[in-house]
């Protein structure tokens, strides 16, 4: 027995020997200290090796390599100090092998060095390395390391030591797909294999490492920065892939396999590894990759439009399936999301007479096996020829998948996915299957959530607009209204078109600072105060004043900017005043088209007492006159200068006959980044303009005969036959009025358009008249609005800057139309 466990141990020593032989003649291998390091725990028993070497300032040895189970199990450190009582610091200072049993370890654990373990220590110190480190070993066994044991860890520590002589090693030629970088210089001599892989010729290179760094992917250099920087290698072997670029066609994946190797006295740290081709061991994607490039393209999804499109584009393609749709489950109907092919021929019968708007409704009651499918919740695929409902199987017949979209304990729709010719179904495309519905599930609650509520905010957002635009006299305006997709916060975008006596029109757009409630609200706050300046008649400068000095006074940390256009709709004329907005853009008849420059003012709300100077503009019939936001025009990638230039040319190369269409065509481009309000009005002039006449009322005691005699000479000359002595009664009860109960000046203004006579005249008290409820038979006043009434069609008062306007409309009768004046 004796001699066959002799022999056992000396068969244990010879192939020790022959494995440690066998590594090193492979010299280049980058693992070749760690391979001689297991083959201590597979000859001598050992639970974990490891090699110390001494660091530069000559006081700690450390760690170089390990290999076996976690070192802090046994309180194996990193580093010793080489002047303390460690057993490798020892093997290393006495130069002569260390062992260490239980007993020998007992005291030291108890005093908390290492973990209280039955565990025996050996500590060799590295032969012919002069000082060079030691070789640490740990074993778990009763009695420790045998003779046998050892011998074997003598002959891992000879062979740990046995290194290739600097001289040699920097002299020896390399192996085709071989490097060696010297760490603090940066210089690399690499095979001429490595130099194919990069494309360059050996007299191209110039043996700097930052010469084949300059050929890679640009994303891939902090990961391989990370392996030639010293300061960031660790113990251990690194392996990893990057892409150099390729003269035509994709880049060409590499693997690099390299080690450190520290320097000695008088020698820089190196490292040594290879770099081979690993394009052919990369497959073009795998169903891992396309779960990952769906997940991706699903992170970013904000939309249910979104999410389908990311589905199709991850699937369809990959699949190589005829057809794919996406519906979401509402109230157990499905609303069809997204169809690929969007054609409906490329569908089933049953589908398209279902076909009401863009997309059909899934005909759910027609398809039980559908409705079992989403009531199971677990994926179902049916291959060529089973047998299912027509609305089904014309989906795929040569096979279909079948996709509940999970979300929680729900299901938030199914997708469906269709093959023509016969398709087998193999285990990873049913794995890609379930993990690409469980994805696009979650995916889809989310965005329609955001889209719920972004309806909610866009509703909201509306509320505060107005509802439906006026009716103009000889002009025509649309006006549209984007929410932004970037967020669920209100918008302070708004839009207004506000009628004014005598055929003036103010067309007003503005923007608040923010994305707020705060922005919203004070939205409504200014779109209302404009509105209630320019009804009272003032001029387009004060009106602007006016709100500016609101904002001011509103103690608000917001601020608006606002473009307030005023236009004549019988001469075609306008004023135009900006408070820090952009500029009109305007579409002549003939095409040419321009930005209106005009002088402007500070946004409001930021300078109480600023200016707000009036630029006219001229508009021409068939002009088109485009007020927008800049949500339209900027965004973080488009400077505001290029988004009006596109402005300009898309609108002139619209068709002003169709000015909704046109209003569709300029959001078509907008970023969405930000809220958009476009206001267009296209001018068409008035067919015809009514005649007018006006007359300054002096404070005189004959003025209401001077008004009376004015008033009949003007309907003489208009040719009105019927109607003029109410008209004169009209004027001298609104006349007498003005000048018995105000101050200042009294103008009379007569308009006549088609039959219908306007008299109008305008004092400078605000007081509106009040119609007397009863008047006695004693009472001397008190009876002129009463007259009014009588003899008037309808009558009424407005503001009109600073004072009032009495007005009163009434039919009469003309000799013959006459020309327009």
């Known amino acids: 027995m004796v001699g066959e466990g002799t022999t056992r141990r000396a068969t244990r020593t010879l192939r020790a020997e022959t494995a440690l032989r066998a590594i090193a003649a492979d010299q280049e291998s980058p693992g070749r200290v760690r391979r001689v390091l297991e083959q201590a725990l597979v000859f001598a028993d050992a639970a974990l090796a490891a090699v110390y070497t001494p660091a530069d300032d000559g006081e700690l040895l450390c760690l170089a390599e390990s290999a076996g189970v976690p070192r802090a199990l046994y309180g194996v450190r990193d580093s010793y100090a080489l002047d303390g009582g460690s057993p490798a610091a020892r093997a290393h200072r006495e130069d002569r092998p260390v062992w260490l049993g ?121 990961s391989l920065m990370s392996v030639v920087e010293a300061d960031h290698m660790s113990i251990g072997d690194r392996e990893l892939e990057f892409r150099v ?27 040594v590894g290879t770099v081979v081709d690993a394009s052919t061991l990369r497959p073009g994607i795998t169903d891992v990759g396309r779960v990952q490039r769906l997940a991706a393209a699903l992170a970013t999804a904000v939309t249910v439009r979104d999410v389908g499109e990311a589905v199709v584009a991850a699937l369809r393609r990959p699949l190589r399936a005829d057809r794919i749709a996406l519906a979401e489950l509402e109230n157990d109907r499905l609303v069809v999301t997204v169809l690929d092919p969007p054609q409906p021929e490329a569908w089933p019968e049953l589908w398209r007479t279902e076909w009401r708007t863009e997309w059909p409704d899934a005909p759910v009651r027609a398809m039980p096996t559908l409705a079992a499918a989403l009531r199971e919740g677990r994926a179902r695929i049916w291959p060529a020829g089973t047998p299912l409902e027509p609305a089904l199987a014309d989906v795929g017949r040569g096979g279909l998948a079948v996709l509940p979209l999970p979300a929680g304990n729900r299901m938030a729709g199914c997708c469906l996915i269709g093959w023509d010719s016969p398709h087998d179904f193999g285990p990873d495309e049913r794995a890609l299957l379930t993990a690409s519905a469980g994805l696009a599930g979650q995916a889809l609650t989310r965005a329609r959530a955001f889209d719920a509520e972004h309806e909610l905010v866009g509703m909201l957002q509306r509320q505060l ?5 006026p009716r103009l006299p000889g002009a025509v305006a649309v006006a549209r209204y984007l929410p932004s997709t970037a967020g669920l916060e209100l918008g302070g975008d708004w839009y207004d078109v506000i009628p004014l006596p005598d055929h003036h029109v103010a067309l007003v757009i503005g923007d608040v600072q923010g994305h707020s409630a705060g922005a919203a609200t004070l939205m409504g706050q200014m779109r209302t105060a404009l509105r209630a300046y320019a009804v009272e008649g003032h001029p387009p400068d004060v009106v602007v004043s006016h709100a500016n000095r609101l904002l001011t006074d509103m103690e608000t940390d917001l601020f608006a900017t606002c473009a307030y256009v005023d236009l004549d709709m019988e001469e075609g004329s306008a004023w135009c005043v900006r408070a820090g907005h952009l500029p009109p853009v305007l579409r002549h008849p003939d095409g040419s088209t321009e930005i209106a420059e005009s002088e402007g003012g500070p946004p409001l709300g930021v300078v109480a007492q600023a200016e707000y100077p009036m630029s006219p503009l001229r508009l021409q019939p ?25 402005l300009v040319r898309q609108l002139a190369a619209a068709d002003p ?53 004015f008033t009949r000479r003007t309907l003489r000359s208009w040719g009105v036959t019927k109607g003029v002595d109410p008209a004169l009664l009209i004027v001298s009860e609104l006349v ?76 009469v009768e003309r000799r013959e139309p006459g020309p327009p004046a």
């Open 736 to 811: 007498t009025n003005a000048l018995v109960h105000t101050d200042g000046r009294v103008r009379l203004d007569l308009t006549l358009l088609h039959d219908r006579l306007r008299v109008a005249v305008a004092d400078a008290s605000p007081r509106t008249p009040v119609k007397p409820t009863s008047i006695g038979w004693e009472a001397t006043g008190g009876r002129g609005i009463l007259l009014v009434e009588a003899m008037s069609a309808t009558w009424g008062t407005v503001p009109a800057s600073g004072g009032k306007q009495v007005w009163a409309e009434m039919q």
């Open 102 to 222: 239980p007993d020998e370890l007992a005291a030291p654990a108890r005093a908390g060095q290492v973990p209280v373990r039955d565990f025996s220590v050996a500590a060799l110190p590295l032969p012919g390395a002069d000082g060079g480190g030691c070789l640490l070993a740990v074993s778990e066994r009763p009695g420790g390391f045998g003779p046998e044991e050892r011998t074997c860890l003598e002959l891992v520590a000879a062979a740990v030591a046995f290194p290739v002589p600097p001289a040699a090693a920097e002299s020896a030629e390399l192996p085709p797909y071989a490097f060696r970088l010297v760490m603090d210089t940066g210089r690399v001599r690499v095979g001429d294999g490595i130099l194919d892989l990069f494309g360059l010729a050996p007299a191209e290179f110039d043996g700097r490492v930052e010469t084949l760094l300059g050929l890679t992917v640009p994303e891939d250099l902090p």
């Open 465 to 469: 607009l107005p509802r439906r635009l």
């Open 622 to 646: 068939g002009a088109v006159l485009v007020l927008t936001t800049d949500g339209l025009v900027e965004s973080a990638a488009v400077d505001i200068d290029v988004g009006m230039n596109r």
């Open 657 to 709: 006959a169709h000015l909704g269409q046109v209003a569709d065509t300029l959001l078509g481009d907008a970023p969405r980044s930000d809220d958009v309000a476009l206001l267009l009005m296209r001018y068409d002039g008035m067919a015809l303009r009514p005649l007018r006449e006006s007359w300054t009322v002096w404070r005189v005691p004959q003025a209401v005969g001077h008004a009376r005699r």
């Open 245 to 271: 670029l390729q003269p035509a066609g994709p880049p060409r994946w590499l693997r690099l396999s390299g080690r450190l190797l520290p320097g000695g006295e008088g020698h820089p740290a190196r490292m």
